[in-house]
């Protein structure tokens, strides 16, 4: 038995506090289109463009990779993303994005979590986004006879999916703030929620051999989730809304080709990857990290480095 198998077998594994989700690559029909939302609506700023890539972020990081391809479809019923999710370093930041939604009458939907505030909003080829930020003061999650419930700070009780006060939000802004400003610094991807198979296998993968920490599991709900640290919960997410046993979207499809997680150092790298191939689970050395997939075949990049804006 090896010094990992035995060690794994007495401490939980733990995932360093400041691994983040990197970038997220997405296959998308018209490259042209997208580009033009991504920039214009959510103001993105575009790093490159070479033939039929191009990637997207803050003026500082790569947040968002497209490929097209013409001929790619929208596969339903299979595993994979179902949103990737925006973090803003603060609340006004969000008001910004929100208002900007409305001033374009572009269709979103603002939603109260409790410990987040965020709205929800389609590209224009389907792909779901989320924006949000977290305010975990302001309630705590209970599980009350296997169903979620919000305890907000106030007294009030939700269940997680209630209406966002937009107006209260939107006093973060002053008069004649402007809403086109580029996409602020700070800004990251703050979280995956993906479309799993199997709850189970979902959470052992990313609790136990990535070394995540365990969040939630929502059975009434078909929902799990891991996090970071009390301060950074909700990191990944799954859910077998689909379907249980859902097989993998086919290499033509629309939608996200990969994610990336960021380790902070190569060492702390490594030692996921050693769990991961103590586990029997392949991996692939890439020119963009190491490619590891999930039990429901989502594909992950796992690398110590953001790529190059240039």
Do not use: C
């Given at each position: ?58 003026q500082a990081e790569v947040l968002l990779r497209l490929t097209e391809d013409p001929t ?239």
């Open positions: 038995m090896s010094s990992l198998t035995q060690l794994d077998i007495n401490v939980t594994p733990t995932i360093h506090p400041a691994t983040r989700v990197g970038y997220v690559h997405l296959t998308v029909a018209s490259l042209d289109q997208q580009v033009q939302f991504y920039t214009q609506v959510l103001k993105f700023t575009l790093h490159w463009r070479k033939g039929s890539e191009a990637a997207l972020g803050t790619s479809r929208r596969v339903q019923n299979t595993t994979g993303m179902y949103h990737f999710a925006i973090l803003y370093p603060s609340r006004k930041e969000l008001a910004r994005a929100i208002a900007r939604l409305f001033a374009l009458r572009y269709p979103n939907y603002p939603t109260d979590h409790g410990v987040s505030k965020t709205t929800y909003l389609d590209d224009l080829e389907g792909n779901n986004i989320e924006l949000y930020v977290r305010s975990l003061e302001d309630a705590v999650y209970e599980i009350v006879n296997g169903q979620l419930i919000v305890r907000y700070a106030d007294g009030r009780i939700g269940d997680g999916r209630d209406p966002l006060d937009v107006e209260a939000l939107f006093r973060e802004l002053g008069e004649g703030d402007p809403l086109d400003l580029p996409l602020p610094e700070g800004t990251r991807i703050g979280h995956m929620h993906l479309y799993g198979s199997n709850l189970e296998a979902s959470m052992n993968f990313y609790a136990h051999i990535l070394g995540f920490q365990e969040g939630p599991m929502i059975k009434s709900f078909r929902m799990g989730e891991v996090g970071l640290d009390d301060r950074q919960p909700h990191v990944i997410a799954f859910n077998t809304w689909k379907g249980t046993g859902i097989p993998p979207a086919p290499a033509d499809a629309l939608g996200m080709r990969y994610f990336t997680i960021v380790m902070p150092t190569a060492g702390e790298l490594q030692h996921v990857v050693d769990r991961i191939r103590a586990a029997g689970i392949p991996t692939v050395q890439t020119p963009q990290g190491i490619l590891v997939r999930d039990p429901s075949q989502i594909n992950i990049i796992l690398t110590e480095n953001m790529p190059s804006i240039q």
